[in-house]
């Protein structure tokens, strides 16, 4: 940047303070904002993790695994390492060595993700970088008392001052990043910040855009959706969609192992019962019926078996349903529940196509 422009911004910056506003760039907080976490990884790891030598925090260096420039993992737990001086200087620009060890460190599985985030991942937004400055907070809150945890929130302070100069705290605040840009992830069982990456749902399937866990890439559920469902550990401690599905559960374990109930099935264990709710033509039930309304003597075999064969070819899926819990009871006869505390359009219609379907009746305990 030159004079020139540094003069012009600061320019930019006072006329905006004296108005009550603020000028705030993405690269300024994204800069802040690694600055803060890689002073979370340099205080949590008293060696460097490749030569493992004991190094100071002051002395080590925040390492991407993937270049920065690949900023949706930017902050991701899986390409952030704390290096000495000398192996960071050793593998900037990174080369094959570097990918060999990032591989051999993560493992095949966790690396090849981490490159498949880098390439389908989207943006950064500031109520992203918003929550991963909370994030880096509060790690460095739960570090262990001692000396790199006070150069820690030495450092910590010093960008606490930058982030007020820049007026990113104010920016943040107008931002409401909560309602937006958080979720509850299953795999690390409780709420994460969130971003809006292209994830591939199914096998074969086109890559469509869903919230995920900025830690470990998960779609994640929205908590402030309008169904207000918290996800509940239950008895096995396994997550269930609401805490009254959890309790719905429990309830129905203790009675199966009581042995009031058998064959006890739940919607996200396997094996698990799907419905798959197909239905025919409607035009091509009316011509197979409108040809057996005629005098039987009128009857032809072969239209007969022209319309049959059309009739089948007519029949579609419509979509497959799992309910929450399956079951028989002591009498033998098969339950089908689903707990709502607030019924969706697609499950209304769902439920209406079990009836007709399969003449099974979905029950809503209470």
Not at 8 to 31: C, F, P
Not at 41 to 62: K, N, S, V
Not at 269 to 296: K, N, S
Request: net charge positive.
């Amino acid at each position: 940047m030159t004079c020139r422009s540094r003069v012009r911004r600061a320019t930019r910056l006072a006329k905006a303070s004296a108005q009550g506003n603020n000028i705030v760039r993405t690269g300024d907080v994204r800069k802040i904002t690694w600055d803060l976490w890689s002073v979370w990884i340099r205080a949590l790891h008293e060696c460097c993790e490749m030569c493992h030598a004991p190094t100071p925090p002051g002395q080590m260096d925040g390492a991407h695994g993937h270049t920065r420039e690949d900023r949706v993992i930017m902050f991701h737990l899986d390409n952030v390492f704390a290096l000495c001086s000398a192996c960071h200087r050793l593998h900037t620009p990174a080369k094959v060595a570097w990918f060999e060890w990032m591989r051999q460190r993560l493992g095949d599985k966790k690396y090849e993700h981490l490159e498949y985030l880098s390439r389908v991942g989207g943006k950064l937004r500031l109520s992203d970088l918003h929550l991963i400055v909370i994030d880096a907070q509060q790690r460095i809150a739960s570090l262990p008392e001692g000396p790199r945890k006070e150069w820690a929130r030495e450092r910590e302070a010093a960008i606490g001052e930058r982030m007020v100069r820049l007026g990113v705290r104010a920016a943040f605040a107008v931002s409401s990043p909560r309602r937006a840009a958080v979720g509850f992830c299953e795999r690390c069982g409780k709420e994460q910040p969130t971003r809006r990456a292209l994830v591939v749902l199914k096998e074969g399937a086109r890559p469509t855009m869903r919230r995920v866990c900025m830690v470990d890439g998960t779609v994640t559920k929205n908590l402030n959706a309008w169904s207000a469902a918290i996800p509940t550990k239950d008895a096995t401690g396994k997550i269930r969609g609401s805490k009254k599905e959890a309790n719905r559960g429990n309830w129905l374990l203790a009675a199966s192992q009581a042995g009031a109930i058998t064959n006890l099935r739940l919607c996200n264990d396997h094996p698990r019962e799907t419905f798959r709710l197909e239905v025919y033509g409607t035009l091509a039930v009316e011509r197979l019926l409108d040809h057996l309304a005629l005098p039987r003597s009128e009857w032809n075999a072969k239209t007969v078996a022209r319309l049959v064969g059309e009739l089948r070819r007519s029949r579609q899926l419509i979509k497959s349903y799992t309910p929450d819990f399956t079951y028989d009871d002591d009498r033998g006869v098969h339950h089908v529940e689903d707990t709502k505390g607030r019924r969706s359009d697609d499950y209304v219609i769902a439920k209406r196509l079990m009836n007709v379907c399969h003449e099974i009746e979905v029950e809503e305990p209470r």
